[in-house]
Structure formats: C-alpha cells, structure tokens
C-alpha cells in the first residue's frame, strides 16, 4: 500500500511538474536513475540530453533525475512501463522479474573477465532478443552501462573466504537469482533498494552488501564498511529502458538519431567508468580507510556455480544464450575475435 502511495505521489508530482512546463510546447523526456551527478552513469546521459537537444532541440526538453529523485528502480520501472517517464536506468537484476532471459546475466561468474563482459554486451544479435524481450510490458532495452565487478564489503568482519559469509546479513538486490546466490555462498540475503543500503549498513540492519567500487565512494558506504574484499561474483550490467510507445511515436529520423544518442551513453559512460574506478580505489583506502581484500576467487565461485545447471533447467530458453556466451570466452581467450 505504502508502495502504491508513493507510486501516485510520484505520478501526481510528475504531472504537476508537465502543468508548469505548458507554457512552452516542447516535449519533456524525463530520464530517472539511482546515481549520484559524479557518476559515469550521470555523466553518459548528461551527453545523451546535450546531444538530443543540439539535434532536435526545438521538439524536446531532456531532463535528467539522479539520485532516486524519482523514485528507486523499482519504482521508475513502473513509471516508464506506464508513461509516467520516458527512460529509466535498471540493474539488470531486477530486470528477471519482468522476463526471465535477464536472468542470464545475473548468474554469478559467468564472464571470465571484463573483456568477456563487454564482448558479449556488445554483440548485437545475442542482445536484440534480449533487449526487445519486454514489449508486453510496455518497455524496451535501448543501451547497456558499464557495472563493473560486484565484491562483498563489509562493516565488522572482513570476508576472506565463503566461511565468513556465514551468518552475516548481506543485501542483495531485488531479485531471485541474487537471493539464490547468497544462499549458495552461506549468506542470509536481505534484499533492498539500493537508496536503503547506506542507513542499513550505519544502523546494523545488515552486516554488509555487495557492488562495484563506486558504492563505496559515490555512494559513501565507505564510510561505515571499511571492509572491501575482491571475491568477483558478477558482473550485472545496468540497462537503460524506455517507454515503448514515446520510442515507437518517434518519426524514422528521430528514432536514427536517439540510436546515435544512446550509443553516445554506452561510449561516454564506459570511457567515465575505468577512470572512476581506479580514482574510487585511491579515495577509498586514502580517505576513507577502506581495506581491500585479495581473498581467493576459486573458493567462492565453486560454491555458487551449481546455480548455472540450476537456472539452466529451469529457463531452457537460456541455454543457447548461455553456450553463446561461453564460446565468445573461448574465442577471447584463444585470442580470436568473436
Ligand atoms: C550498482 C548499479 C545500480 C544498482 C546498484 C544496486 O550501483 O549500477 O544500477 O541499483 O548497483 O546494487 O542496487
């Protein structure tokens, strides 16, 4: 119910927001996300709306929300789905819930390495399907953001070895794949929003959680886990979806040049993002006292691949995709091009 108050709150603001923009007659895009104005993310689709607005500037206005302005992911998947807005930017793990092909991505140590991740990401006819799978529900894929690689962080207790998981309250993400896994790894999993993570972690709601280095700097959880230990778990990235009607009201010519737009956000943010990393790493152990951990990744990934041969059989439509997958890494670590 709380939920649903929230939903119409953000709806009714929404409005009021396009009642005041009436005066002029462009046509507002509002584009939600859950990041800070420093992160990559922010900084792709700021050049997205620079872009559009050199182009087709007279017709639209593009407004960029960060920091869960509009609402968490959750949330403003809901708004886009209905029209509320017009783009959003998802973890791909919530994304399963709306088509179970997004569950591939989400499966724990499925790239071997960043080179794997963006390969496949960037492999057109594996993503397509993928990209348009949720067309019934009134969304589609239009680009995929750079993630990076999930590691446990923790306030206490530092993470060594899947031993040390056990008994820890770690949050996940709002997906079953995600909650699985923890309990692979001997973890209780709490799930949440991501804008929930920092007060859980201060107050001991939970004893730790999982994302890329960003969370730790951007997001500030640095400041209560000091703890930061490169297990490699996943590498889930964020896609960025779009009403399927606003994208299908466009005319041939605009949709060529909103294409070019999101491939300037793909290109932009991922240039942003191996620079953010490695300035996040030296903020955190410089100003923030985090520690990092080097434990042994074997040890964790053993104890979380069943869940391939587990989602597998339960999704067989997965399973090209996955052998895809898995020949694109042979082919980069043969040297070969895919
Ligand atoms: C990363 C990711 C976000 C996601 C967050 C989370 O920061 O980029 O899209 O929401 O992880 O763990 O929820």
Request: with cysteine; glycine share 8%; hydrophobic share 40%.
């Amino acid at each position: 119910m709380k939920k649903f108050l929230n939903l119409l709150l953000i709806i009714g603001c929404l409005f009021l927001l396009g009642a005041c923009g009436k005066g002029e007659s462009k046509r507002i895009i509002r584009i939600s996300h859950n990041q800070a104005q420093d992160h990559p993310t922010n900084i792709g689709l700021l050049a997205f709306e620079e872009f559009i607005e050199s182009k087709l500037g007279d017709k639209y206005d593009v407004q960029v929300f960060p920091n869960e302005l509009l609402g968490s992911q959750v949330n403003t998947v809901e708004l886009t789905q209905t029209g509320a807005i017009d783009f959003a930017v998802a973890s791909n793990a919530i994304l399963e819930s709306f088509d179970n092909i997004y569950q591939i991505f989400n499966l724990p140590y499925l790239f071997d390495s960043p080179e794997h991740y963006h390969a496949v990401m960037d492999n057109a006819e594996l993503i397509e399907p993928i990209f348009t799978s949720t067309e019934k529900s009134g969304f589609e894929a239009v680009t995929w953001l750079d993630a990076g690689t999930r590691n446990f962080y923790t306030v206490k207790k530092p993470i060594n070895t899947p031993d040390d998981l056990k008994g820890l309250k770690i949050r996940v993400q709002q997906s079953a794949s995600n909650i699985r896994m923890m309990e692979l790894f001997g973890g209780a999993a709490t799930p949440m929003g991501f804008g929930e993570v920092y007060t859980a972690l201060q107050q001991g709601v939970i004893d730790g959680a999982e994302n890329n280095e960003l969370a730790i700097t951007s997001n500030k959880h640095g400041e209560v886990a000091k703890f930061y230990s490169y297990n490699m778990h996943q590498m889930v990235p964020d896609i960025l979806i779009g009403n399927l009607k606003f994208l299908n009201g466009l005319s041939a010519e605009e949709r060529e040049i909103f294409n070019e737009g999101f491939r300037l956000i793909s290109k932009v943010q991922r240039e942003a993002w191996t620079e953010s990393v490695e300035k996040s790493k030296v903020q955190a152990q410089n100003e923030m006292n985090v520690q990092f951990i080097y434990p042994e990744v074997a040890l964790f990934k053993e104890k979380v691949l069943p869940l391939h041969g587990e989602v597998l059989e339960a999704t067989p439509k997965l399973k090209p995709i996955y052998d895809k997958i898995q020949e694109i890494g042979r082919q980069i670590k043969k040297g070969g091009n895919n």
